[in-house]
């Protein structure tokens, strides 16, 4: 499994989205290691600031598909961001 792949699992694992995991895995192509990142963009719409941010995340984790500032990072509680950045340093430090 690449980084990119394995960063945006891990983000997908976070406590904070587990009533949308059923949603963020249909999206994925594990095989093919693709993301259908319109759709999932699309139904993420209504959600939480906070799980936008995380999809944005993950999305630039995944070869860099997204931007994402600094600011952007303080939505997130500070356990959460914390997770975040010990995900970024893991695969990216």
Known sequence: MDRHWAAVYEIFDLRVLVSK???????????????DWPALKETA??????EQVLVRIAHALYNGG???????????????RRAVLNIIDRFYG
Do not use: K
Not at 22 to 29: A, H, I, R, V
Not at 70 to 80: G, N, R, T, Y
């Open 21 to 35: 995991r059923p949603f963020l895995y249909s999206c994925m192509n594990e095989e093919r290691q693709e993301i």
């Open 45 to 50: 719409r209504p959600w939480s600031h906070g």
């Open 66 to 80: 997204d931007r994402v500032t600094i600011d952007e990072l303080a939505v997130l509680s500070s356990d959460v």
